[in-house]
């Protein structure tokens, strides 16, 4: 009897106390969208989605059995009714568009990471603008295409982390990126960008990478000076050119740049006063075209106190390796045209990682570490530097 009873309150409990309010209809309406739209054989039935099931609440209902995951919510002011908050998809190959009717009826979402599936057709704005209060939006390593709906930026005030890498975007970066005023990441690499850089870009970011692109023209001052939070710059692998100038070097936060295997053809760092001390730790110019000689600003302990990394491999530099140049800790010079005696100091503390191999450089021999495999063959040499002896 006494057993009995401990029952009846047990399962007493179980009925009762989940149900406490309801989930705000047009969330539920706009979930039950965003899944319709998704092609139902690409939802294996052991994922998150398959496990969303509109007989029942999603936020209310124990989880369980239905809505185990892939949504998280939240209860509102008024302490009833609960709102989803954040979408967060398991990588299974969810394929479909993300219709307008869908997600931008979840106004209260502050997350949304749908990356690793093949979610296909144009980003476009209508779907995102309602989300006044998102924060992340991470569609990465799916099979978006089409251009940036340039009004996307418009309304995203509260965005700070901005994925789409790895997708097939096309056109060119819109000037309404600079309308980001809360963004601090940014991922456009690994799609098919075109065009140059805009104007304006984030004021308050402090991760942009678009590596992987087909970026072309130059870095502009006006575009970058007034970001005086960025910390790390990639825009590896596109065809950037023109000249990298002082003002870059000297930005208040940057700590590293990856600018390897564009077609920047000049550095100029070395006419510049060292009133800034930059925090740059690791800058990676290989693979461009850049000639001229190698700039000793950059080993100056009173203008660049942390930098400690530096690849300038595979460009067409020409001259002396300078003796300051030693204090780094990777330095990559290969391939380039440097001629002159290797400075003692790199020899004696062999603490110096990285390669000085495929130069024109005297007393580097090849069982040297740094100096391996070889240097150019002598004949290419002489053709760079004329009949000079070097
Ligand atoms: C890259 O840009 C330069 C001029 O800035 C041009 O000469 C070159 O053909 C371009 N390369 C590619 C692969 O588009
Ligand atoms: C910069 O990008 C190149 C090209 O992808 C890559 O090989 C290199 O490792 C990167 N450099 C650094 C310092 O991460
Ligand atoms: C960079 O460019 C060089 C020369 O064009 C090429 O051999 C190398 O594979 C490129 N690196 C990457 C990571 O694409």
């Known amino acids: 009897m006494v057993f009995h009873s401990s029952l009846l309150v047990c399962v007493l409990v179980l009925f ?6 309801v989930t705000a209809p047009g969330d539920v309406t706009g979930l039950a969208a965003f899944k319709a739209s998704v092609i ?58 993300l219709p307008v009717n869908s997600l931008s009826k979840l106004t209260a979402l502050q997350y949304l990471d749908i990356s690793n599936n093949n979610f296909h057709g144009r980003i476009i704005a209508s779907t995102f603008s309602t989300l006044s209060s998102l924060r992340t939006l991470v569609l990465s390593s799916n099979s978006f295409s089409g251009d940036l709906d340039s009004a996307l930026f418009v309304k995203l005030k509260t965005l700070v982390t901005l994925d789409l890498s790895s997708n097939f975007i096309t056109g060119g970066l819109p000037n309404t990126l600079g309308s980001l005023t809360s963004l601090r990441t940014l991922d456009l690499s690994f799609n098919r960008l075109s065009g140059k850089l805009p104007e304006s870009l984030p004021p308050n970011i402090v991760n942009i990478a678009i590596r992987d692109n087909r970026l072309k023209g130059v870095l502009s001052k006006r575009t970058f000076e007034s970001l005086k939070h960025l910390a790390v710059v990639d825009l590896a692998m596109n065809n950037l050119s023109g000249d990298l100038e002082a003002w870059l070097f000297r930005l208040p936060s940057l700590q590293q740049i990856n600018l390897s295997n564009n077609s920047f053809s000049h550095i100029s760092v070395d006419n510049v006063g060292s009133r800034v001390r930059s925090r740059l730790v690791a800058v990676d110019l290989s693979f461009n075209i850049i000639e001229g000689s190698l700039p000793k600003t ?3 302990r009173n203008g660049f106190p942390a930098l400690v990394a530096l690849s300038l491999r595979h460009n067409r530099l020409k001259g002396v390796i300078p003796r300051e140049y030693s204090r780094f800790k990777r330095l990559f010079l290969d391939g380039n045209f440097l001629n002159g005696k290797v400075p003692k100091g790199f020899f004696s503390v062999s603490e110096v ?5 495929d130069n024109c450089l005297d007393g580097c021999p090849p069982a040297v570490f740094l100096c391996a495999p070889e240097q150019k063959p002598r004949s290419v040499c002489k053709e760079v530097y004329g009949g000079i002896k070097y």
């Not at 009762?16 to 309010?21: H, I, L, N, R």
């Not at 496990?51 to 995951?69: G, K, L, M, Q």
């Open 16 to 21: 009762v106390s989940p149900a406490v309010g």
């Open 40 to 97: 139902p054989s690409t939802v294996p039935a052991w994922s998150c989605m398959a496990s969303w099931n509109f007989a029942v609440d999603p936020c209310v209902t124990p989880y369980r059995t239905y809505f185990v995951c892939g949504v998280t919510c939240s209860v509102d002011s008024t302490g009833t009714t609960h709102r989803i908050t954040g979408i967060t998809l398991d990588a299974v190959g969810y394929t479909g568009i």
């Open 298 to 300: 950059l080993a100056m």
């Open 353 to 357: 990682a990285g390669s000085f191999a």
